[in-house]
């Protein structure tokens, strides 16, 4: 039995942590510039990726509404907790409270829910990576930046690929298959690119900030199970959706915290530091969340 389950964490977490392997073993050689195929990922594939998934099948919204109020209580609860954390660690506020919130729902989180569950979880990943990215596109920036003008939050591609998605849904707008089937090939290129991507940005791991960042990379994971935990004897999710959201609380920080730490000047290279040391200890606690829900 201990053989089995063990057999299956590594299938299923072997194919994510390989390309990241690969991203980051191709950079120490190549040092690649990334800059511009991010900006295609974030512009073009994720959304597609997005797009597809919600608008290739009947999609029932109100069926998913119990799992995305849980994945909001467990990212706000998580955010709650990093400010008293802050003052803990020394650390402003504003630079240890994303990383502690927002975690890595579009680069580990899709393709792990994929691998685990298979494709039909792939809309309730989908689900949880909205509310995490739509929170971070609003509460985030507005953390960083009070200017930031939460009314244009649709003209960003990955939340209005979601809302078209939507609407194709649950107005059963017909459309041209072969241009479902087109769009599903551009999302297919989202996932293994964010991976890679991953990989390529482990190269700049600094451990110079090593006492928050292992401290948040221990607190993070476990604080996010324990409430993930509470959140879904809360609202009585079971099955495939629990474990979701169980796992959902123990992803690591997402890398879009220190692209945002950089454009907003706050502590970019302490949050690089947060950031890539948490991801690093997702090897530990991954397979922890996966062996206690499978």
């Not at 975690?103 to 509310?131: K, R, T, Y």
Request: positive net charge.
């Amino acid at each position: 039995m201990a053989d089995g389950l063990t057999y299956r964490l590594l299938a299923i977490l072997f194919p994510i942590f390989g390309i990241v392997a690969a991203g980051y073993f191709y950079a120490r050689h190549h040092k690649p510039e990334m800059a511009v195929a991010n900006r295609l990922n974030m512009d073009v594939f994720v959304p597609a990726l997005v797009f597809a998934a919600m608008a290739g099948k009947s999609f029932d919204l109100v069926a998913f509404a119990p799992l995305a109020l849980g994945g909001f209580l467990v990212l706000a609860a998580c955010g709650l907790l990093a400010w008293p954390l802050a003052r803990l660690f020394g650390a402003q506020p504003k630079t240890l409270v994303p990383p502690m919130m927002f975690n890595n729902s579009g680069n580990i989180g899709l393709p792990l829910a994929v691998l685990a569950w298979g494709e039909e979880a792939l809309a309730a990943a989908v689900i949880l990576f909205m509310v995490e990215n739509t929170l971070h596109f609003s509460f985030g920036a507005r953390l960083l930046d009070p200017k930031t003008r939460l009314l244009t939050l649709w003209r960003i591609p990955v939340v209005f690929a979601a809302i078209a998605g939507l609407t194709v849904a649950i107005l059963h707008i017909p459309v041209w298959q072969p241009l479902i089937l087109a769009i599903k090939m551009l999302g297919d290129i989202a996932v293994p690119l964010l991976l890679f991507s991953l990989g390529v940005r482990m190269t700049d791991v600094s451990f110079s900030e090593w006492k928050l960042a292992t401290g948040s990379a221990i607190l993070r994971p476990l604080a996010g199970m324990l409430i993930a935990a509470g959140v879904i004897q809360l609202l009585g999710l079971q099955g495939r959706e629990a474990a979701m959201l169980f796992v959902f609380g123990a992803l690591p920080p997402a890398v879009l915290n220190f692209l945002f730490a950089e454009r907003y000047q706050q502590e970019p290279q302490r949050v690089a530091s947060i950031v890539l040391i948490g991801n690093l200890g997702a090897l530990i606690f991954l397979p922890l969340a996966l062996a206690l829900v499978l």
